[in-house]
């Protein structure tokens, strides 16, 4: 009873969310901290040793500059980045299994310590002790699968720098959210960066992201739509068969 009324308690929850937005479109998110997220976790890398950077004397030139004039890349936490998403993937899978199976087993006692003749007067005299147990059995099993996918994500993105690690590299975290009519499409960035593949224009492409989490998705009509009911999920996960 405990277990059936939370998973009720957990179908109000859902059915709720959903009332509460009857008659208007998908609300915005806030605009917020990205490290006040209760999720967030600060990142720990493997990092080199420290070692003082070496001075020279009537030098114009700074340590860690990339030029003589000031720098207009990320590198402190606050600052941005713009991340440009290009994800094209193709994958073409395709497999066939057959495999076929023939037993035959035989058993009997033709012959023990003379205790052969007992059996007849356990079982019945049409027994034939030399052929007590015979099994025979065939398997076959034919399979093929064929899984096709074409992915193709063009964005473009502004991250929040979070947090400089020790040995320079930058964590950052975006997120981008898009309403068109009722329909709200939400895009989420986060990974690390190093200063380096930052380029000129402060852009930085999404393979050179360690640790990358995109996500884009969406709700609204149209999605809601497309997603099966929650009593249909629950059932899809509890069905054993």
Known sequence: MRKAALILLALAAAGCER????GRPPQLAA???PT???NWRQVSMPMPQLNDPPTSANSLWRQGSRTFLRDQRAAQPGDLVTVLVSIQD???LQNSTERERD???TMGIPRLLGLE???TRILPNTVDPSRLVQTSGAQTATGSGQIRRTEMVTLRVAATVAQVLPNGNLVIAGRQQV?????LRDLTVSGIIRPQDIASDNTV????LAEARIAYGGRGTISDMQRPRVGQELLDIVLPF
């Not at 009332?19 to 009857?22: A, C, G, H, N, R």
């Not at 309403?179 to 329909?183: A, G, L, T």
């Open 179 to 183: 309403r068109v009519n009722s329909e």
């Open 36 to 38: 006040a997220d209760p």
């Open 19 to 22: 009332l509460s937005e009857l």
């Open 90 to 92: 193709q994958a073409q």
């Open 205 to 208: 492409r999404h393979d050179r």
């Open 117 to 119: 003749s007992s059996i």
């Open 31 to 33: 605009i917020e901290n």
């Open 103 to 105: 037993g035959s087993d």
